[in-house]
């Protein structure tokens, strides 16, 4: 789906032998099977005895894994888990439009403590759910929750070496406080969906829906949809709704790079039968996003070259006669936007059996029958679903200051994707936009108790990356950088910095984060302990 910045590899040409991956597989057997990660010093104590050291914000895929890493590399800590609404699962609870499903494969996106066993690797919403909820149970995470509680601010006190958060309940709001602040907020809004206005919208007879606020309530069968937009959202939405829908349109401004995989992974699923689960799990891993590194790399050295494969593929499930050209070919390079996957060729199948049609055409308005396009066409609809995309946020939309005084975040540097210059005990987790997001948000948070192990170690209480004298006059790039996608533009502004040399760099590299939070000095001279 189109939320989780995370696709799935396409596979090109040849593919190293497994067994050339041992010592890869043997650092993530580690992971799964130990947790002897890092260094643990004595458990830091709290002014008060119910200040918990460490509030994880969201019981997401990232906040869920996030206390687990803790609970098996910083034993003894205290923590709580604030979650807004009433369940855990984020992303994977809260959309329930037809066909939900991840454009990840579950050997990536699922956790690198806890392999994935299902059959299918390209999971649908209430699988992916369903693993969450797993998790938690097994690790005993769900008593550490308190759901309904929503950050509205949070503010950091040098005198106090701790954070208070303001938080809104059902019961009116209350005051928390804590020692570490770990962020698993996601990176848009749950409540407002990006929907541009569309003239002549009132005119239109039928419910404009977006998938982000699906009705429970709403009957497609034998009606005509139309559905805006050219993302994963798009994609998953046509085949699984033009099954029982009269007809689908999807209407798309410009077209997006389109590719068809396999649901199941039969190396993964071979592999189950001869080896353990988890060192099935780890090669598997290792293969993925080997796969999805190449090909990314391969979009950036030779984008004609893999834009012509792309498309070749198209033509290969669509045939010679259909306009490829118009329908699929977009006019950036693959991976300057994400690649959208279609599972089992879903939605090519769908186009050919006639139930999905593709029109590229820009949007004059609605009226009372449909969607009028500038060409003069109209498409006629009972329905029609904005697929249009998201809205950014920072950090859950709280607002955030430093001894009172507030904090713009969009004014400070970005240390290795994950902390801002300036402000004290605090990470934030965002994961890969060019592959799976938890395979960065594992990062994250075995980083953030490799720093909590290593302020015990060290007697510090209060950590904080500061620019050096070098870093001052660093040129500035956007948080995320090379990558053309417009609910990213919409909102990057917002966003910190990344500068032009580590640790000011948020690198969207997995082989390069494994190296720099695992294994780089923490004592950089960046990190700032007091």
């Not at 804590?178 to 039928?206: E, H, V």
């Not at 893999?306 to 977009?330: A, I, N, W």
Request: hydrophobic fraction near 40%; glycine fraction near 8%; charged fraction near 20%.
């Amino acid at each position: 789906m189109s939320l989780a910045p995370a696709a799935e590899p396409v596979f090109f040409g040849p593919t190293a032998g497994l067994f050339s991956c041992l010592f890869t597989i043997c650092d993530y057997s580690r992971t799964i099977s130990t947790d002897q990660l890092y260094l643990r010093g004595d458990i830091m104590t709290s002014a008060q005895g119910d200040t918990p050291d460490v509030i994880i914000i969201g019981a997401g895929l990232s906040g869920i894994g996030a206390a687990v890493h803790l609970q098996r590399h910083c034993p003894g800590k205290s923590y709580l888990i604030l979650e807004a609404r009433s369940a855990m699962g984020g992303t994977w609870d809260l959309f329930r439009y037809p066909g939900i499903r991840s454009d990840s494969d579950m050997h990536t996106l699922g956790y690198n403590f806890k392999p994935w066993t299902a059959a299918k690797a390209i999971a649908d919403g209430p699988s992916i759910l369903s693993y969450v909820q797993e998790t938690a149970r097994e690790h005993d995470i769900t008593p550490h929750i308190r759901f309904g509680h929503q950050l509205l601010a949070a503010n950091w006190s040098d005198e106090s070496a701790c954070w208070t958060l303001t938080v809104r309940t059902a019961q009116g709001e209350q005051v928390l406080t804590c020692r570490m602040l770990l962020m698993c907020s996601g990176y848009y809004s749950y409540g407002d969906a990006y929907t541009p206005d569309f003239d002549g919208r009132d005119q239109f007879k039928g419910p404009v829906v977006h998938p982000q606020h699906w009705p429970d309530d709403l009957d497609y069968r034998g009606k005509k949809v139309a559905i805006i937009g050219s993302g994963a959202t798009a994609m998953t939405l046509a085949p699984s709704m033009a099954q029982t829908a009269a007809q689908v349109t999807v209407v798309q401004r410009s077209p997006t790079y389109v590719v068809s995989r396999p649901d199941r992974d039969a190396i993964a699923n071979t592999l189950r039968k001869f080896l353990p689960e988890s060192w099935a799990y780890a090669i598997t891993r290792w293969k993925n996003v080997a796969l999805s590194q190449f090909v990314y790399r391969r979009s950036r050295k030779q984008p004609e070259k893999l834009k012509r494969q792309l498309l070749s593929m198209v033509r290969k499930e669509l045939g010679d006669d259909y306009d490829v050209e118009k329908h699929f070919t977009p006019r950036y390079n693959p991976w300057d936007q994400r690649l959208c996957l279609v599972p089992n060729a879903d939605l090519f199948k769908s186009i050919r059996a006639g139930k999905t049609v593709m029109v590229t055409d820009h949007i004059k308005g609605f009226n009372a029958q449909g969607i009028e396009l500038v060409s003069g066409q109209l498409i006629e609809a009972d329905i029609i679903v904005t697929a249009t995309g998201l809205t950014l946020q920072v950090l859950g939309g709280a607002q955030f200051s430093k001894n009172g005084q507030p904090l713009d975040f969009a004014n400070t540097w970005s240390y290795k994707g994950l902390m801002f210059s300036g402000v004290p005990n605090m990470v934030f987790t965002f994961g890969y936009i060019n592959a799976s997001w938890t395979l960065r948000a594992d990062l994250i948070a075995e980083f953030f108790c490799r720093l909590i192990n290593e302020m015990d170690k060290t007697g510090n209480t209060v950590c904080s990356p500061e620019l050096r004298l070098s870093d001052m006059n660093m040129p500035a790039r956007p948080f995320i950088d090379d990558f053309s996608a417009g609910y990213m533009q919409r909102m990057m502004h917002r966003f910190p910095k990344q500068g032009d040399r580590a640790p000011w760099l948020n690198t969207q590299n997995y082989a390069s984060d494994r190296t720099m939070l695992r294994h780089d000095s923490l004592h950089d001279g960046v990190l700032q302990f007091s």
